[in-house]
């Protein structure tokens, strides 16, 4: 096994717009990258030939055990940008579980190949999902909306079940995994990392009241989670939620 900072990072949901970015940080800061893509033609244009980037291209929930546990090892951390395309299909389709089967496979293969030190699993949630071991209180009119939300739109349902997952099932003790699952408000897009903040639980109203958070610096925070053991140690087992300075307080 590599050491923790040397080990590839696996990046799933890649070519996405956030996990775009999580791969040039991460390239960045020195870390090789294992970007998995559906299309290795869909890897950025000014980061595809960069000496430390290897493109697996694959459907993740396709692959068998074996595959995956070949596209896992010697990982030492694995970020997860997957979502769900803005699209009729890709909020009705199949798969419907995208983030949370994800996680659960990559879990299991980490543990059948038996990683040493722990692997840091970071996953990108929303700040709609609430961390249900903390006390996290909500207005009677959010909790109705939300509660229509889980039954109407799929990858709600979805992000609300990858986090329960990582905070219920592989839980603060697992020997082998680790993880924190970083959850930004409304997302927007800025050319480079500027100040933001990151809070044990929201601000402010993720529904009614939702502030800013960037793709880069959502990018940056995975990125150093992974990259910054004083940072991990911060956040490992919690889910942070971050806001660009600007809308950090309603």
Same mark, same amino acid.
């Given at each position: 096994?590599?050491?923790?900072h040397?080990?590839p990072?696996?990046v799933?949901? %890649?070519s996405?717009? $956030?996990g775009?970015l999580?791969v040039e940080?991460?390239?960045?800061?020195?870390r090789?990258?294992?970007?998995?893509l +559906?299309?290795? %033609?869909?890897?950025? =244009?000014?980061?595809a030939?960069?000496?430390? @980037?290897?493109?697996?291209?694959?459907?993740?929930?396709?692959?068998? =055990?074996?595959?995956?546990?070949?596209?896992?090892?010697?990982?030492?951390?694995?970020?997860?940008?997957?979502?769900h395309?803005?699209t009729? /299909?890709?909020?009705?389709g199949?798969?419907r579980?995208?983030? $949370?089967?994800a996680?659960? !496979?990559?879990? &299991?293969a980490l543990?059948?190949t038996? *990683?040493?030190?722990p692997v840091?699993?970071?996953?990108?949630? $929303?700040?709609?999902? +609430?961390?249900?071991?903390?006390?996290?209180p909500?207005?009677?009119?959010q /909790?109705?909306?939300?509660g229509?939300?889980?039954? &109407? @739109?799929p990858?709600? &349902?979805?992000?609300?079940q990858?986090?329960?997952?990582l905070r219920a099932e592989?839980?603060?003790d697992? *020997?082998?995994?680790?993880?924190? %699952?970083?959850?930004?408000?409304g997302?927007i897009?800025? *050319?480079?990392v500027?100040?933001?903040?990151a809070?044990?639980?929201?601000t +402010?109203?993720a529904i009614?009241?939702s502030?800013k958070t960037?793709r880069?610096?959502v990018?940056h925070?995975m990125a150093?989670?992974?990259?910054?053991?004083?940072?991990?140690? $911060?956040? !490992?087992?919690?889910?942070?939620?971050i806001?660009?300075r %600007?809308?950090?307080?309603?």
């Amino acid at each position: 096994m590599l050491s923790t900072h040397s080990a590839p990072v696996l990046v799933l949901g %890649a070519s996405g717009a $956030t996990g775009q970015l999580l791969v040039e940080q991460l390239l960045l800061a020195g870390r090789p990258v294992r970007a998995v893509l +559906r299309s290795a %033609a869909r890897s950025p =244009e000014r980061i595809a030939t960069h000496e430390r @980037l290897t493109v697996v291209e694959a459907s993740l929930l396709d692959l068998t =055990e074996l595959e995956l546990d070949d596209l896992v090892r010697d990982c030492g951390a694995v970020a997860s940008c997957l979502g769900h395309n803005m699209t009729f /299909k890709g909020l009705f389709g199949q798969p419907r579980r995208l983030v $949370t089967d994800a996680a659960r !496979r990559v879990c &299991a293969a980490l543990r059948r190949t038996g *990683p040493e030190p722990p692997v840091r699993y970071v996953l990108m949630n $929303t700040t709609g999902v +609430r961390n249900r071991d903390l006390h996290e209180p909500i207005s009677f009119a959010q /909790k109705c909306v939300i509660g229509l939300l889980r039954v &109407a @739109l799929p990858p709600h &349902a979805d992000n609300e079940q990858a986090a329960d997952f990582l905070r219920a099932e592989v839980g603060p003790d697992d *020997p082998g995994l680790q993880w924190a %699952a970083v959850r930004p408000d409304g997302l927007i897009d800025l *050319p480079e990392v500027t100040d933001y903040d990151a809070h044990p639980s929201p601000t +402010r109203s993720a529904i009614f009241d939702s502030g800013k958070t960037s793709r880069i610096q959502v990018a940056h925070f995975m990125a150093q989670l992974i990259v910054d053991d004083d940072l991990w140690a $911060t956040w !490992r087992g919690q889910m942070p939620v971050i806001y660009d300075r %600007a809308s950090s307080v309603g």
